[in-house]
């Protein structure tokens, strides 16, 4: 038996496409760092980033990054957490 490939998911309707890049700010912190999540090709797949402001800029310059608002996954997801989380306590 010969495998098929799997149908393409409803939900995507473009293909991957790895020269985008896509940031979310979560939080411009008093000390002058902003932590934010930055994604590449799938804003629905990130990784928990902290820059200072300056760098943040240059960051997000170099990768011309596209800015997005709101949740990067569905509302209400039990399994969802965030590293900071993780001690219990965020870190300030």
């Not at 700010?25 to 934010?36: A, L, N, T």
Request: hydrophobic letters at 40%.
């Amino acid at each position: 038996m010969t495998p098929q490939p799997a149908a393409p998911s409803a939900a995507r309707e473009a293909p991957f496409d790895p020269a985008k890049r896509f940031v979310r700010v979560r939080e411009v912190r008093p000390d002058g760092f902003i932590e934010f999540d930055f994604a590449i090709g799938e804003p629905e797949i990130f990784v928990e980033m902290m820059l200072r402001a300056e760098a943040f800029d240059d960051f997000c310059e170099a990768q011309r990054a596209v800015f997005m608002t709101g949740r990067a996954s569905l509302a209400g997801n039990d399994t969802e957490w965030r590293l900071s989380q993780t001690s219990g306590r965020q870190f300030k």
